[in-house]
């Protein structure tokens, strides 16, 4: 292949680590590594300082909580508004972080090369604050007990939707041996999640997991009509969208009988001197990036078509 072809920079010749996602795993890792650190700080209170963080940054109940601090002393914890956002990168353990991150990596690189990094970051925390006010509002109506709630999982569940929503058929490894359809796969996990709200005891914040999970589900949903309203090649006689419910599609060059069409490809096929340089798809990659896939101008969309033949 010559050098002016395009070569991938990851996966599916996408980054590994997109801006949103890498720096989500960075400030989670520096944040956990203060309170590792903290827990070896004893305050004045009796307190260590990863206490302190947990005091100031987790998720608060409404109704606070009252620890004994030295001696003959009560410290009172409550809630602040900017926890919604702050308690998503907290975390109580180093599988915790783990996982979390781990989910976060696998299941949204694509999502965020789909949706452009400022459109993912959005949804991303939106979901983690669904996620928290879940968690502060119905655990009273479960009889769970009062505890503060830390962790990335409620904005994950949302990711894990989005990812299930835009790619039903993709296989996913249970376990690294059993495949199953994303399709199937995340809604099993929903159900689990609202079986397991029942069950006594644990320190899982399963309502949150919930809440982000319904977050992502609604927004994909209310993305998915605007993205069909929007589209210039959709067929209002059937309500359907002749490029896939997102405007994507596997062969986005498919004639269809539609005029609107028809000029379409009548103006991609007379580009028969289209070349494509490493340059262009590189600025391509990057302008997904930002608005995502769904923002890229026909020729650009064509050059990205004519790179994926290239490599094959």
């Avoid at 914890?77 to 696998?106: C, K, V």
């Amino acid at each position: 292949m010559s050098d002016n072809y395009y070569k991938p920079r990851g996966f599916g010749g996408f980054s590994l680590f997109p801006p949103m996602i890498k720096n989500l795993i960075i400030i989670n890792v520096v944040v956990f590594f203060f309170q590792i650190v903290g827990k070896q700080i004893v305050t004045d209170s009796g307190f260590t300082f990863s206490d302190i963080i947990t005091k100031y940054f987790a998720l608060i109940p409404f109704q606070g909580i009252s620890f004994p601090a030295g001696i003959g002393m009560v410290s009172s914890w409550h809630f602040y508004p900017w926890q919604l956002i702050t308690y998503q990168f907290l975390h109580g353990g180093f599988s915790h972080i783990f996982f979390n991150m781990f989910a976060l990596w696998m299941f949204g690189v694509e999502v965020e090369y789909l949706m452009g990094s400022k459109k993912f970051i959005y949804f991303y925390l939106l979901c983690g604050v669904v996620a928290g006010l879940f968690q502060l509002f119905l655990p009273p109506i479960f009889g769970e007990s009062l505890a503060p709630t830390i962790g990335a999982s409620g904005a994950i569940f949302g990711v894990l939707v989005a990812f299930a929503m835009y790619f039903p058929d993709r296989y996913i490894f249970l376990y690294f041996l059993i495949p199953i359809k994303a399709k199937y796969l995340i809604p099993l996990f929903i159900i689990m999640e609202l079986v397991l709200i029942e069950s006594p005891g644990g320190n899982i914040a399963h309502l949150a997991h919930l809440g982000g999970a319904i977050a992502g589900f609604l927004y994909i949903t209310f993305e998915k009509r605007n993205s069909i309203s929007r589209n210039p090649f959709n067929n209002s006689s059937s309500g359907k969208n002749i490029f896939g419910s997102f405007g994507i599609s596997s062969n986005p060059f498919k004639r269809k009988d539609n005029s609107v069409q028809d000029a379409y490809f009548r103006e991609v096929d007379n580009d028969k001197n289209l070349t494509v340089t490493q340059k262009d798809i590189d600025e391509i990659l990057d302008k997904i990036s930002q608005t995502g896939y769904q923002n890229l101008t026909d020729k650009e969309k064509r050059i990205l078509f004519e790179a994926s033949k290239k490599m094959k």
